[in-house]
């Protein structure tokens, strides 16, 4: 277990270990070949990381050696899905955690740089989060997280850029990398909730968002739908607080309503990501990131893989295993 905040070292110690150059070699008299003698140490490759977001290939290299578990961070352009998963990092950097404990991170550096124009812009009245753009294919983020018992895990954060789940064709082609997987955070953008003319376009965007999900074979019966409103601070700043929350609430009835007979889980939370200072929003984001270490049962599983047994998910490559 590690001490809170960001004092212990990385976890990115790979090391490369190579054939002896010194190895004997033995040459056949007799038909003049060269072949190798015994060799007595066994040749491992072992693959070392960049320290940024990592692409599909190098997710599954990491698969090799650590056991992973995928968390699918959804929402619009800008709703705030980039500053929420690298805040979960900052609450340790900053020190704000209390029941969890940092375990390391393959991505240190990607996560700074998506916090670099926030940096930039500290003197301007809002932060600002640089966007993900569509083409980008290093959006894996790693965490490890350690509990109060000593359990570890490894989360993978899916950085995705919103135009992915803006559109039907887009969110497909991710379908069979995403399929059951147990842990997705869909993202409200809390300041366009404040807006009488469009808070309810933001609540149909996760209602059809969720049942995209649901029709892909993305959200199953195991997995479990955590709702995040982001940008409480502008939630709490409008001139039209109570009649915000009183939506917000009201929507949230709805959607527990019409989800969670679908699902392994449900739950809701308000947040203001940047304000990791105030540990009211430190408490939140450690909520969170316990949600996502929560098991699911076996016998919960056994829902969707009755009669599966030949079914393979592109993502148990990546090391999810039941």
Same mark, same amino acid.
């Given at each position: 277990m590690e001490e809170?905040?960001?004092?212990?070292?990385?976890i990115l110690e790979n090391e490369i270990q190579l054939q002896d150059s010194e190895t004997e070699i033995k040459t056949d008299s007799e038909n003049g070949d060269f072949r190798e003698a015994d060799i007595q140490a066994e040749l491992e490759y072992v693959y070392t990381y960049s320290g940024q977001a990592m692409n599909q290939q190098e997710l599954f290299q990491l698969s090799a050696h650590e056991d992973l578990e995928l968390v699918l961070v959804a929402g619009p352009f800008?709703?705030?899905?980039?500053?929420?998963e690298t805040m979960l990092?900052?609450?340790?950097?900053?020190?704000? =955690?209390?029941?969890?404990n940092f375990?390391?991170?393959? @991505?240190?550096?990607?996560?700074?740089? #998506?916090?670099e124009k926030i940096l930039y812009s500290s003197g301007e009245p809002e932060a600002v989060m640089g966007r993900t753009l569509l083409q980008?294919?290093?959006?894996?983020?790693?965490?490890?997280?350690?509990?109060?018992?000593?359990?570890?895990?490894?989360l993978i954060f899916a950085d995705l850029p919103g135009e992915i789940f803006e559109k039907t064709g887009y969110i497909e082609d991710?379908?069979?990398?995403?399929?059951?997987?147990?842990n997705v955070i869909v993202v409200m953008d809390g300041s366009k909730v404040c807006n009488i003319n469009e808070r309810q376009n933001v609540f149909m965007d996760t209602l059809v968002m969720i049942k995209m999900f649901l029709k892909n074979g993305i959200i199953t019966h195991n997995t479990k739908l955590q709702i995040v409103c982001t940008k409480l601070?502008?939630?709490?700043?409008?001139? =039209?607080?109570?009649?915000?929350?009183?939506?917000?609430? @009201?929507?949230?009835?709805?959607?527990? #309503?019409?989800?969670?007979?679908?699902?392994?889980?449900?739950?809701?939370?308000?947040?203001?990501?940047m304000r990791i200072e105030e540990e009211y929003e430190s408490e939140k984001l450690e909520k969170i990131l316990c949600k996502c270490m929560e098991d699911v049962p076996r016998r919960n599983k056994a829902i969707l893989w009755e009669n599966t047994l030949?079914?393979?998910?592109?993502?148990?490559?990546?090391?999810?295993?039941?």
């Open positions: 809170n905040g960001l004092q212990n070292k990385s800008e709703s705030g899905k980039t500053t929420l990092y900052y609450v340790f950097l900053e020190g704000r =955690n209390k029941k969890l375990g390391g991170s393959y @991505t240190i550096p990607g996560f700074k740089k #998506r916090t980008d294919t290093d959006c894996f983020l790693h965490l490890r997280v350690c509990n109060e018992t000593g359990q570890s895990q490894n991710y379908r069979e990398a995403f399929e059951d997987v147990e601070d502008e939630i709490q700043a409008s001139e =039209n607080r109570a009649e915000v929350e009183s939506f917000l609430e @009201t929507k949230w009835k709805d959607l527990l #309503r019409l989800f969670e007979n679908e699902v392994f889980s449900m739950d809701y939370i308000i947040v203001s990501a030949e079914k393979v998910r592109q993502f148990d490559f990546f090391g999810i295993r039941g």
